[in-house]
């Protein structure tokens, strides 16, 4: 019980790897909202949470919408009084390459991953600040540190989620606020399992383990950085990549 009563907010909690992290901040105690775009995901995942003991409650977000992440905030803090972790993982993916991508999939791209972890941690700090204490965790991608192949504006965010990651550790740390990023490697989410089989292969192929990661591996790791356990770890980027190197 890592995160007893500590209350957590996850953005893309309704499937993927926002699922195994809510579910697993759950049994760590944390009382989780899982907030997403999709309802569906976001009551199935409630539900599981619920039938399993925890403690969770749902809402529609669009974390590019700044009027739609303060509802967030606020059902948040309405319903549980408190801030102490933000997970901002909602992410997505548009892939081209540089010489066929439009730029209606650049803005796409940049709109969730970027600009709705801005507006997410933005928000969730103002809370944070106020209370003195709180963790912010981001999704950044092995992909934002090496680049990918068809991935031009999904790398951009993904490095840029760490240039920010790093600015907010440096001003809310004396605010008792800490900051990181997670950097996945490959891991067997929808939004990788849509990718055709030979590129899954040849991204097993990259790992010296050979295999992809599982939605746990990263769950874990958030649970580690937002407990206790990782209080003098801000500014930082995990890597969980299985030695993936692009
Ligand atoms: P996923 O596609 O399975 O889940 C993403 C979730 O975000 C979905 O539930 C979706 O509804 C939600 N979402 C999308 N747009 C949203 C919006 N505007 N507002 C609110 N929610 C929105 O993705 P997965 O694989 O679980 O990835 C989660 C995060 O981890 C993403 O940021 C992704 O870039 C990152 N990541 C994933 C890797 C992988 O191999 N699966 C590797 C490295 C990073």
Not at 44 to 70: C, F, L, P, R, Y
Request: proline share 2%; net charge neutral.
């Amino acid at each position: 019980m890592r995160l007893l009563d500590k209350v957590a907010i996850i953005t893309g909690g309704g499937r993927g790897i926002g699922e195994a992290t809510a579910k697993k901040f759950a049994k760590e105690g944390a009382k989780v909202v899982i907030a997403d775009i999709n309802n569906e995901d976001v009551k199935k995942t409630v539900n599981e949470i619920h039938e399993n003991g925890g403690v969770a409650a749902g809402i529609n977000v669009d974390v590019t919408n700044t009027e739609s992440v303060n509802k967030m905030i606020d059902f948040t803090l309405k319903n549980y009084g408190r801030l102490d972790i933000i997970v901002n993982n909602a992410g997505i993916t548009m892939d081209s390459t540089l010489l066929k991508m439009a730029e209606e999939q650049w803005d796409a791209v940049i709109d969730v991953n970027l600009k709705g972890v801005y507006i997410c941690g933005q928000a969730a700090a103002k809370v944070m600040a106020e209370q003195g204490s709180g963790v912010i965790l981001n999704a950044s991608s092995v992909v934002g540190l090496y680049g990918n192949f068809g991935q031009t504006n999904y790398a951009a965010t993904k490095w840029g989620v760490i240039g920010m990651t790093k600015t907010w550790a440096k001003e809310l740390g004396k605010k008792g606020v800490r900051s990181n990023a997670v950097a996945p490697g490959f891991i067997a989410t929808p939004m990788v399992k849509k990718m055709p089989e030979k590129v899954i292969d040849i991204m097993k192929g990259k790992s010296p383990l050979g295999i992809l990661g599982e939605p746990e591996d990263i769950a874990n790791a958030y649970a580690f950085l937002a407990s206790d356990e990782a209080k003098f770890i801000t500014g930082s980027v995990l890597e969980i990549t299985g030695g993936v190197v692009l």
